[in-house]
């Protein structure tokens, strides 16, 4: 019999997940993802918690036969505390809850933000510490000291919209689909980044500002609609390009400030965001000239799922770090804070 096998559950947001690790080793990771939202521009949280209730008990079936796991191998039951929509969490911590008092094991919470971080610690190579991990979502923008998987404060982080959030925002003024960052990413790869001109803000520290580049964004888009009608689909590539390059600048910008004050090499990034083309290639760039060791994690750890939560939970399992029958989410739950 293994030494830990524990179930995981992700149901912050619109992906319901799963997954099963077992001695560090991530055997499965399964995601279902809501595309119920597409039709409204963006996250509905009633439909978000529904759409959870309906697939949470078929995801977690299908995390244990693929981990070739029966339930009552567990020795643990892991679940997304917070951050997150309400409705969302209490499906996964509800059904966390109920299956780890069936089986009588202990239960992990999980705050989702380290969770990213973590993601790190699941494929080879892993990184050094301490480590600058730039966490970037729809959610979420910070950059994360990381001390050990139980020691991590956040340096600088966004004081109003995400960095996905302006990606997604901008690109529905374009009138792309949503979610819009990925479609702007694959626009962009054929613009050029140097076409338009967008102001990039300059906030204290580490902290980044992203609400100005959708205001400019949406007035350079109406004055140049009023000369010309067909700005947007003669221009779309170059506009995309430009958005993106201004955003990754922006981002890149305080992690290389930080890794220069702070005299730290190992460099990473985490989140949704993180599969963005032009911010890998950027950052590799930047890495190749500071002399980093970069860390992305792999394709399906970047959005939310649950083996970055299986991985969170294993380092807390290994400290017995167990939580209580009377746990309730916590949509506002953060990583400590830095003031630098």
């Known amino acids: 019999m293994p030494n830990s096998v524990i179930l995981a559950i992700e149901s912050s947001c619109d992906e319901t997940s799963a997954a099963v690790i077992i001695n560090g080793e991530v055997r499965s990771n399964i995601v279902a993802t809501q595309v ?42 892991a679940f997304t505390r917070g951050p997150g929509l309400l ?5 996964g911590t509800s059904f966390a809850k109920a299956l780890a008092l069936g089986l009588n094991v202990p239960l992990i919470e999980v705050n989702h933000m380290k969770a990213h971080v973590l993601a790190h610690f699941i494929d080879e190579p892993k990184p ?42 901008t690109a529905k003024l ?35 500002s992203f609400s100005g580049i959708k205001t ?5 888009l109406r004055d140049n609609l009023k000369k010309n009608e067909n700005f947007i689909e003669e221009n779309k590539a170059d506009i ?58 792999d394709f399906q750890y970047c959005t939310d799922n649950a083996g970055m939560i299986a991985m969170a939970a294993h380092f807390k399992f290994l400290n017995n770090e167990f939580t209580s029958q009377s746990v309730s989410p916590m949509p506002r739950m953060e990583i400590p804070r830095m003031e630098i």
């Open 36 to 77: 119920i939202h597409e039709q409204y521009g963006g996250v509905v949280p009633e439909l978000a918690s529904r759409a959870h209730q309906q697939h949470i008990v078929s995801v977690v079936t299908r995390a244990l036969n693929d981990a070739k796991v029966t339930k009552k191998e567990l020795e643990a039951v």
């Open 87 to 91: 409705g969302a969490l209490l499906v």
């Open 128 to 169: 050094d510490l301490p480590m600058l991990c730039l966490t970037v979502s729809g959610g979420h923008t910070q950059i994360v000291l990381v001390k050990s998987p139980y020691e991590m404060e956040v340096i600088g982080e966004t004081q109003d919209d995400a960095v996905g959030e302006a990606f997604d925002k």
């Open 174 to 208: 374009l009138g792309l689909p949503y979610p819009g960052g990925p479609v702007m990413d694959k626009l962009a790869k054929t613009g050029n980044p140097q076409a338009f001109e967008f102001p990039v803000s300059e906030m204290q520290g580490y902290n980044y």
């Open 216 to 220: 400019a964004v949406l007035y350079f």
């Open 240 to 297: 995309c390009a430009s958005i993106q390059y201004t955003l990754v600048k922006m981002l890149l910008q305080k992690l290389r400030r930080a890794s220069r004050e702070l005299d730290i090499k190992e460099i990473a990034i985490a989140g949704g965001v993180s599969a963005n083309s032009g911010l890998r290639e950027t950052l590799k760039e930047m890495g190749e000239k500071e002399g980093w060791n970069i860390h992305i994690p």
